[in-house]
């Protein structure tokens, strides 16, 4: 088993995102977490990736709680809210470094170019990118790095739907490879595509 989350509740500012949860995900499944706005589809998101407070119940992942340290990292990937770039490096340098860091690569860095729609961009600075393309980059920087779970908060969003059919294509061979995904979505089509299972956020 890859996360194991059972009776988990968030709690904010004295309301209530959601409490209840459960969540049992094994090895090369494809979880879709969807639901309404407000429903705390990223809030769970960050519970299985250690950094979301005020969390009760049990959130296990890899058989241990999950925690914002190196060890953890080198099994999980977290594609969330767009990062402070790098300052000075490149596109092809930012997918250098993940390789670099993690020591290994899934796919060569002209590939994952390819693969995500980059070819010709290697040169540009991130922030000289369009949003969909930043979107790709941060998409190709977590699939180039060796992990065993992917954590994702809206993939799709910046994409047009003739990429969101590649992301669908990569995320299943990701599993394929006996990668785990878990994704937050609005995108039913991704979900569907991926054959993911589905878990249902409801509003408080």
Known sequence: MVVDARDVGVELGGGRVFAGVGLRVDRGDI???VGENGAGKSTLLRCLAGLQPGVSGQVVV???PP?????FWRDVALVGDEPAWYPGLTVREHLELM???HGAA???VDAALETFGLAGQGDRAP???STGQRQRLLLAMALIRPSRLLLLDEPERG???AFRERLAASLCEYAEEGGTVVMATHDLQLAESTRARRLTLQTS
Not at 67 to 71: F, K, Q, R, V
Request: cysteine-free; proline content about 13%.
């Open 159 to 161: 994409l047009d739907p």
């Open 127 to 129: 922030l000289a990118l």
């Open 67 to 71: 925690a914002d340290e190196p060890g």
């Open 106 to 108: 899934r796919m060569g």
């Open 99 to 101: 390789p670099a860091v």
């Open 31 to 33: 979880v879709a977490v």
């Open 62 to 64: 890899f058989a241990r």
